[in-house]
């Protein structure tokens, strides 16, 4: 399968190859065609915006829906009059992913000690988002969101992320869970999973039902992605985080480099044919 496919260890059991013909394997984007679909269509300084969230914010202000300040230049007087702006506050490494060195400032946090954040420079710190109340109900401890593929400006895949019991992160690397969305309806069609390949219909700890569960303003995310595709047209390949909000949409970040296999496995769809017939 590495060979012949591109596989790498974790493909070959994410997408159950060991039980698919070599014809179903074929349609699967693996771990080399997926550094190949980089290479030749994300080769451009424009992947820089999408990887520094500093420049992200920036280049997509009309996107984003939320205040944010970048701690590295921020002045302490800007930053305390920025903490005093917000009751809670999340902190962001400007370059991280994964959800990797994420933390929650909270109103009392900020009143004991806020002064801190001027330490952490290479962060920057966002209001939090106040979700639809239907994805607030999945799990309320994290802003669950969208993440939808694009490739050349159309939407080829999406998945909804929703964290796990206590999370302030919904990232499937940080005990999140992934529900495969049907991109024309916007329904979670299948069970959703976790790392350990575990399958839930209901959510395990809001007993929330997954299967059947209908995004709202499903519409809307299509429409926004698409125009934030439009606008980064050097950049082919992008995998977009999106929150959904009471009446609209907020894109979080955009990823140069997307995870191949979560959008993938859910549903064990593959989607190499859906880049080659873009392509």
Same mark, same amino acid.
């Given at each position: 399968?590495?060979?012949?496919?591109?596989?790498?260890?974790?493909?070959?059991?994410?997408?159950?190859?060991?039980?698919?013909?070599?014809?179903?394997?074929?349609?699967?984007?693996?771990?080399?065609?997926?550094?190949?679909?980089?290479?030749?269509?994300?080769?451009?300084?424009?992947?820089?915006?999408?990887?520094?969230?500093?420049?992200?914010?920036?280049?997509?202000?009309?996107?984003?829906?939320?205040?944010?300040?970048?701690?590295?230049?921020?002045?302490?007087?800007?930053?305390?009059?920025?903490?005093?702006?917000?009751?809670?506050?999340?902190?962001?490494?400007?370059?991280?992913?994964?959800?990797?060195?994420?933390?929650?400032?909270?109103?009392?946090?900020?009143?004991?000690?806020?002064?801190?954040?001027?330490?952490?420079?290479?962060?920057?710190?966002?209001?939090?988002?106040?979700?639809?109340?239907?994805?607030?109900?999945?799990?309320?401890?994290?802003?669950?969101?969208?993440?939808?593929?694009?490739?050349?400006?159309?939407? &080829?895949?999406?998945?909804?992320? *929703? #964290?796990? +019991?206590?999370? !302030?992160? %919904? =990232?499937?690397?940080?005990?999140?869970?992934?529900?495969?969305?049907?991109?024309?309806?916007?329904?979670?069609?299948?069970?959703?999973?976790?790392?350990?390949?575990?399958?839930?219909?209901?959510?395990?700890?809001?007993?929330?039902?997954?299967?059947?569960?209908?995004?709202?303003?499903?519409?809307?995310?299509?429409?926004?992605?698409?125009?934030?595709?439009?606008? &980064?047209?050097?950049?082919?390949? *992008? #995998?977009? +985080?999106?929150? !959904?909000? %009471? =009446?609209?949409?907020?894109?979080?970040?955009?990823?140069?480099?997307?995870?191949?296999?979560?959008?993938?496995?859910?549903?064990?769809?593959?989607?190499?044919?859906?880049?080659?017939?873009?392509?």
């Amino acid at each position: 399968c590495m060979i012949r496919f591109g596989c790498s260890p974790d493909d070959y059991f994410r997408y159950e190859f060991y039980k698919k013909s070599s014809l179903e394997k074929n349609k699967f984007i693996t771990y080399r065609r997926s550094k190949k679909i980089i290479r030749k269509y994300n080769f451009s300084p424009q992947v820089d915006i999408l990887s520094n969230k500093v420049k992200f914010n920036t280049y997509f202000h009309n996107f984003i829906k939320r205040d944010w300040i970048d701690i590295s230049t921020a002045t302490k007087t800007r930053l305390e009059m920025f903490c005093k702006q917000h009751s809670c506050l999340i902190v962001k490494p400007i370059g991280g992913g994964q959800g990797h060195g994420i933390f929650l400032w909270t109103k009392e946090d900020i009143a004991s000690h806020g002064f801190e954040l001027c330490s952490y420079s290479g962060y920057i710190a966002e209001e939090i988002l106040i979700q639809h109340p239907k994805m607030k109900a999945l799990n309320p401890t994290s802003v669950n969101t969208i993440r939808v593929l694009t490739f050349r400006g159309q939407i &080829i895949a999406a998945a909804l992320r *929703i #964290g796990g +019991d206590g999370s !302030i992160v %919904d =990232n499937l690397h940080s005990n999140g869970i992934c529900g495969h969305i049907d991109i024309q309806t916007g329904i979670i069609d299948v069970p959703c999973i976790d790392m350990k390949f575990k399958k839930y219909i209901y959510h395990p700890t809001t007993h929330e039902k997954l299967v059947g569960f209908e995004i709202p303003l499903w519409d809307l995310v299509k429409i926004e992605v698409i125009k934030a595709a439009h606008l &980064i047209p050097d950049v082919q390949y *992008i #995998g977009w +985080d999106v929150a !959904i909000l %009471d =009446n609209s949409v907020a894109l979080i970040e955009g990823n140069h480099d997307p995870g191949h296999d979560v959008v993938q496995m859910i549903a064990q769809t593959g989607l190499y044919r859906d880049i080659l017939c873009v392509a």
